[in-house]
């Protein structure tokens, strides 16, 4: 067995490779376990690490030291491996998708609860070769949220809720619609829209929480589709969204489907939101992936009695 420590060292906006390293050692070098603290290069390098280590290793245990971003790519290198396990070690700005585990979440800062946790399936959203263990989404949210990362090098803004709240006004006076052409089963939608997502957790965005019924370990999708809003509308909507209070919108504003695929089609390429990381497409599926990933998670989180 091999623990592989995925270090993304710009997470959270700080290096936190040394604090790793003396937890790490602190838990493991007495064990004489095997382990290796490894400091990515650049996107996906994490992938092609785990492809590489689960090539040659009969159990690999894969902690992604950063925020939501790193679990994301320590996922696409676990996928569908049987030999491989993934959990978060949190350490990024984010952290969302623990959220979900409620209190439980704090367990996951303490390293010996994950060392000696216990395995869950889960399941996994699948978007154009991507995949998500959290929440996936189309639409304002999405170029929001993409667009961040333009003004947080602004000096004046940084990183932190200026940048976000100059992103919001920008995109808000762009538009906050997109023409789309949604089918869901035997639900199809051609129109204008806002928002569309997929959840497999409950959280995303730095706190928003779009449903409290979704589950990684459920077999099933939440899917919201948030048809045209006016400007006028759309504070008292996110707002609803943003508190898994959708049942409070107008259905003529949003409905929701459980399922396993949705497809989308736009004029252009758009943004998608996976996990927090952006990919550009015009042609759009979220399919669901059962059983997707080996996740290690605390012993007895109440989130599974």
């Known amino acids: 067995m091999k623990h592989l420590f995925i270090v993304n060292p710009v997470a959270g906006g700080k290096d936190r490779t040394a604090e790793v390293n003396a937890a790490v050692q602190a838990v493991l070098g007495p064990t004489g376990l095997q382990y290796e603290v490894y400091v990515t290069k650049g996107p996906r390098d994490a992938e ?3 492809k590489a280590d689960a090539a040659t290793e009969e159990d690999l245990r894969v902690f ?3 925020g939501d971003g790193t679990l994301n790519e320590c996922v696409n290198g676990a996928a569908l491996l049987p030999n491989v396990s993934v959990t978060q070690y949190p350490g990024g700005t984010g952290n969302d998708f623990l959220r979900i585990f409620g209190d439980g979440t704090e367990k996951f800062r303490d390293l010996k609860e994950l060392i000696y946790g216990e395995i869950r399936k889960f399941d996994l959203i699948e978007t154009c070769g991507r995949y ?7 639409g304002a949210d999405a170029r929001i949220g993409t667009d961040v990362h333009k003004y947080s090098n602004i000096p ?5 809720s200026m940048a976000y709240v100059t992103s919001l006004v ?3 006076f762009k538009g906050l619609n997109m023409p789309v052409k949604v089918r869901c089963g035997d639900f199809e939608y051609e129109g204008s829209s806002a928002l569309i997502c997929a959840c497999n957790g409950q959280y995303y965005g730095g706190g928003f929480h779009p449903t409290s019924d979704s589950r990684p370990d459920n077999g099933s999708l939440e899917f919201l589709i948030v048809k045209h809003v006016k400007l006028i509308e759309f504070p008292a909507l996110i707002g609803k969204y943003s508190s898994a209070r959708w049942r409070e919108l107008p259905k003529e504003k949003i409905t929701h489907i459980t399922g396993s695929h949705l497809e989308i089609e736009t004029p252009e390429p758009v943004v998608i939101n996976i996990d927090g990381e952006a990919l550009y497409r015009d042609k759009i599926n979220f399919t669901l992936v059962p059983n997707a990933v080996n996740f290690i998670v605390p012993k007895n989180l109440a989130f599974f009695q």
Do not use: D, P, R
């Open 48 to 50: 092609v690490k785990i």
């Open 170 to 172: 920008v995109n808000v």
């Open 156 to 160: 004046v803004l940084g990183a932190g």
């Open 64 to 66: 992604a030291c950063g």
């Open 132 to 138: 998500s263990i959290n929440i996936c989404s189309v």
